[in-house]
């Protein structure tokens, strides 16, 4: 399986940002979805969660600001971002979660300016 992770950048505080993720997994629409953030000298962390059935789960570091959805017809996990603050800035991974292993992508840099 392969992901490619696009749509990050840099953004003032307050903005938006969405990222996309395409993979190239065969049972993508039944398998789990998730993003990851690093942010530097940190350690990676969750972001968001969706499942195959669409059921979506968030830490309260991002809950409420951070909208994580899936077009299953495009193999694409996307990552809504909302009013992003500094503490944001990271680079952000996408994961797919199969039976046969957990893969990730290459990672997408946002930079969130105060």
């Known amino acids: 399986v392969q992901l490619q992770a696009s749509g990050g950048g840099l953004v003032q505080a307050g903005g938006s940002l969405r990222l996309s993720c395409v993979s190239s997994?065969?049972?993508?629409?039944?398998?789990?979805m998730a993003w990851y953030r690093q942010a530097p000298g940190k350690q990676r962390e969750w972001v968001a969660v969706?499942?195959?059935?669409?059921?979506?789960n968030y830490p309260g570091s991002v809950k409420g600001r951070f909208t994580i959805s899936r077009d299953n017809a495009k193999n694409t996990v996307y990552l809504q971002m909302n009013s992003l603050k500094p503490e944001d800035t990271a680079v952000y991974y996408c994961q797919h979660r199969s039976s046969g292993g957990d893969y990730w992508g290459q990672g997408t840099e946002v930079t969130v300016s105060s």
């Open positions: 997994g065969s049972l993508f629409s039944i398998n789990t």
């Open positions: 969706i499942t195959g059935g669409g059921t979506t």
